[in-house]
């Protein structure tokens, strides 16, 4: 069965339940889970049916709270859980691109991943919900905007949207929802200096504390100038020094100007895509939804959240930059009190901060009262290696008693306290099996998964 058909049978569930009929929505706590609930409730709301929403966090027990629901949609989350899933009392819809870990019983698998595509970087759950959005009314298609704002949530906007994500994109060009616009990482509002050091992708190591300024000075350029009020040959003097900075910092596939996608009601989505994401780790997933669906007040909430968050990563980001790093094998790990920063942290440091290695995976340690949270990032090149964070946060998290998994580059882990330094030797341990198989040839992704 082709993907398309199954968004098709999953949409023929929906309109086999009566009109008005409320149905739960399920969904994952980051921007491309709260741009996912949200093409979901629409499609539904514009169908005729009632919708309830939860937003969770990957690990157990994230169906609870259905209630006597007939159907639940879960969408970019559910991919480890298929046999809490299968236990459910309602049918079961999963629109998801996680690694999958058995078999799902109880109703329609929408997983992308069961029909050949990659969901590391070709589809992700946004694009994956509005796919039965789609089958349900080919109207939709203006909910793309959420869709590409989830993509690139999730970074499958790097080096180009691929393979459904790119299909997704270019219907929605055509049909006037998206425009595409080119435009540099740099905020078009502030200056330069300001600019710099607020800048958070790229991130610029030492440039807090008068260091822009300084960058800014010895090249002979006006710090206290917008981007778009300086000369052509200003604009290529600065692009090429800032790159070769980057270079210098260890980041790759470094890009300062980028052609991005704009929605017809939502502006930039890079922009959204920031404050979705800034509303889910600031813990106001409900804002995120409301300004999905349209509602100003919410949006103008989502930016002073996207400011607050954005400046508590640059905080963690200047204290990263001065630890020593500690490192096992195949693994750097450093631990963060911030648990709703520790995968941006580690993927920025993994990117951008030069006193973290290249040749390892990051990982971020946030230990609570009655959790720890963990989080792993790494790079393309190191998957090419062999490198797969979802089998190993699956297996590690498994020995000490708890769950994890996501994707090869990107993955996480909820365990118990005082079992987290056994955790990381298990993870180091089954990474460095890994890639030393990925360098003797073997390089395929993991076998499980569906954390972040």
Request: aromatic residues 6%; charged residues 25%; negative net charge.
């Amino acid at each position: 069965m082709e993907f398309e058909q199954a968004a098709e049978h999953a949409s023929e569930l929906i309109y086999s339940l009566p009109e008005g009929e409320n149905i739960r929505i399920i969904s994952h706590c980051d921007a491309d889970g709260i741009a996912s609930a949200a093409i979901m409730a629409i499609s539904l709301r514009r169908a005729g049916y009632n919708f309830h929403i939860s937003i969770k966090k990957t690990g157990t027990k994230i169906a609870d709270g259905i209630g006597d629901a007939r159907l639940a949609v879960f969408c970019d989350i559910g991919s480890t859980n298929l046999e809490e899933l299968n236990n459910l009392n309602c049918r079961v819809i999963l629109c998801d691109h996680h690694m999958i870990k058995g078999e799902l019983t109880n109703g329609i698998n929408m997983n992308a991943r069961a029909y050949g595509m990659d969901g590391s970087s070709e589809i992700c759950g946004a694009t994956a919900t509005l796919a039965l959005s789609l089958a349900m009314d080919e109207k939709n298609i203006d909910m793309a905007q959420l869709a590409i704002a989830g993509a690139i949530g999730d970074k499958q906007d790097r080096g180009g949207f691929k393979g459904y994500n790119r299909k997704v994109l270019e219907d929605a060009v055509k049909k006037g929802y998206i425009e595409m616009k080119e435009e540099t990482v740099f905020s078009q509002d502030m200056s330069m200096m300001d600019s710099l050091e607020e800048c958070i992708e790229p991130y610029f190591s030492n440039f807090s504390g008068g260091g822009a300024l300084k960058f800014l000075q010895d090249m002979g350029i006006d710090p206290f100038k917008k981007f778009s009020e300086l000369g052509e040959n200003e604009r290529k003097k600065l692009l090429s020094a800032l790159t070769l900075r980057l270079m210098e910092q260890g980041a790759e596939n470094v890009s300062l100007i980028r052609i991005s996608p704009h929605g017809k009601n939502y502006g930039s989505l890079y922009d959204l895509s920031s404050k979705l994401n800034a509303c889910a780790r600031e813990g106001e997933e409900g804002v995120g939804i409301a300004a999905c669906l349209g509602d100003g007040g919410a949006m103008g909430k989502a930016g002073q959240l996207q400011s607050t968050y954005r400046e508590k990563i640059r905080r963690e980001m200047r204290e990263l930059e001065k630890e020593k790093v500690k490192e096992l094998s195949s693994i750097s790990y450093f631990h963060t009190k911030n648990t709703a920063l520790g995968g941006v942290l580690a993927g920025l440091a993994m990117m951008y901060l030069p006193n973290f290695s290249k040749e390892k995976a990051v990982i971020s340690v946030s230990t609570g009262e009655k959790k720890v949270d963990i989080s792993g990032r790494g790079t393309e090149r190191l998957v090419k290696k062999g490198l797969d964070l979802s089998e190993g946060m699956y297996v590690a998290a498994a020995k000490v008693g708890g769950g994890g998994g996501g994707h090869p580059i990107a993955a996480g882990a909820t365990i118990p306290p005082g079992r987290e330094e056994e955790f990381l030797r298990e993870l180091d341990s089954v990474i460095s099996k890994k890639m030393k198989r990925g360098n003797e040839g073997d390089g395929k992704e993991g076998r499980s998964g569906g954390g972040e």
